[in-house]
């Protein structure tokens, strides 16, 4: 059975960093898409940034883009997303998700993905 937990949510000032991560079981992640998503009240869920277990390749959205940083660990099974620089508009629910297909190079939209962990709360104080 795939599980996905995602861990690392807080309570974090303007300016302030955070590290998520999420923890893969269940099978060998060699060849997937790893992706972190972000869903705030009112708003669709939104691709932050992917990364492949194979190639280590990222895709990585410009409203993060120079602040947050994807990385996969495959001797643990675990990615994780730096949050550097956080703005009271990062606040969200994160999530990551599986990718088993591949079928885009980059996915980024919540439909490529076949399998979600529980997300974990951002909020950002101004």
């Known amino acids: 059975e795939v599980q996905l937990q995602a861990s690392g949510g807080g309570l974090v000032q303007a300016g302030g960093s955070l590290r998520l991560s999420c923890k893969a079981s269940?099978?060998?992640?060699?060849?997937?898409?790893i992706g972190w998503f972000r869903q705030s009240p009112g708003k669709a869920r939104e691709g932050i940034s992917c990364?492949?277990?194979?190639?280590?390749?990222?895709e990585i959205a410009d409203s993060v883009k120079g602040r947050f940083t994807i990385s996969w660990d495959s001797a643990k099974n675990t990615a994780y997303l730096q949050m550097n620089s956080l703005k009271p508009e990062d606040a969200a629910i994160y999530f990551c998700a599986v990718d088993v297909n591949v079928v885009v190079a980059f996915p980024m939209h919540p439909n490529d993905y076949d399998y979600w962990g529980r997300g974990t709360l951002v909020t950002v104080s101004s």
């Open positions: 990364i492949s277990t194979h190639d280590g390749s990222i």
């Open positions: 269940g099978f060998p992640f060699d060849g997937y898409v």
